[in-house]
């Protein structure tokens, strides 16, 4: 399969995945690796990756030596807070400069604040960070963050933890098609249907959680998912038939057939 290309580095799978929800640091290492996700997402303010000495650190469950990590800024709400997180992460990972930005609006929702989120992008950015963005699925505020220098833009399908998919997909079709850097959907995948949609639409990548952590079995979702990124993926580039109403089309040769 053709390789996701993310700040000049190219990654083999085309699922990224969060680190957070599982019952212990096991079953993370073991959804992730059924999940074949190179890239990892890990919430500063709620997982030790160094910053609390004597407590078990998910860099021994998941090495950086293996997996990309992308230190995100979940449970921020200003551009502040964001921006002081990953400098943060950038110190506790040795000069790391990818990075997930998220400013969320309110608790209830966690619906981003897009006002803050551009703040916080154009403060990043110019302090070296490589940006991969959590945004709403509005294309102009998406070209305005490419436009800032993200390195890859992330709507939501629907929101955070919600699982209902991609409630939008003509936004989300918009957006595809006006950026040129990687557009990843983030939040809101329920199953594996939902990651093919995501894919077939054209997006670069799916970013997920709670739809492997919050499943029955995390580690078969985890390899559900997987599968389901390649299938989409693969159905993009093939290129559907096109749909037809009312026209019919039969799938066997009609030549040659007996009394014909």
């Not at 957070?20 to 030790?48: C, M, Q």
């Not at 850097?181 to 639409?201: F, K, Q, R």
Request: charged share 20%.
């Amino acid at each position: 399969m053709d390789q996701l290309v993310i700040a000049g580095k190219a990654y083999s799978s085309r699922l990224l995945v969060g680190t957070g929800k599982y019952k212990d640091f096991d079953e993370t290492r073991r959804a992730v690796e059924a999940s074949g996700a190179e890239i990892v997402t890990v919430a500063i303010r709620r997982t030790n990756i160094g910053q609390t000495a004597g407590e078990p650190s998910l860099l021994d469950s998941l090495p950086p030596s293996k997996y990309t990590y992308l230190p995100n800024t979940a449970g921020c709400y200003t551009a502040d807070d964001a921006i002081r997180t990953l400098r943060l992460a950038r110190e506790l990972l040795d000069g790391h400069a990818l990075a997930k930005l998220e400013v969320l609006g309110d608790p209830h929702t966690l619906y981003p604040n897009v006002v803050e989120t551009l703040k916080a992008a154009e403060v990043l950015v110019k302090d070296g960070f490589q940006v991969m963005v959590y945004t709403s699925d509005d294309p102009i505020i998406a070209k305005q963050l490419e436009d800032i220098g993200c390195v890859a833009v992330m709507p939501l399908a629907s929101l955070i933890g919600s699982g209902m998919g991609i409630l939008n997909p003509w936004n989300l079709q918009i957006i595809i098609d006006t950026l040129k850097v990687p557009v990843v959907v983030d939040a809101g995948v329920g199953t594996a249907s939902d990651a093919a949609i995501a894919m077939e639409l054209g997006c670069d990548a799916v970013l997920m959680n709670t739809a492997i952590a919050g499943a029955k079995d995390p580690v078969l979702m985890a390899s559900a998912m997987r599968k389901a990124v390649e299938a989409g993926r693969e159905a993009y580039l093939a290129g559907r038939m096109p749909k037809k109403v009312y026209t019919a089309s039969p799938s066997s040769p009609t030549t040659g057939m007996i009394g014909k």
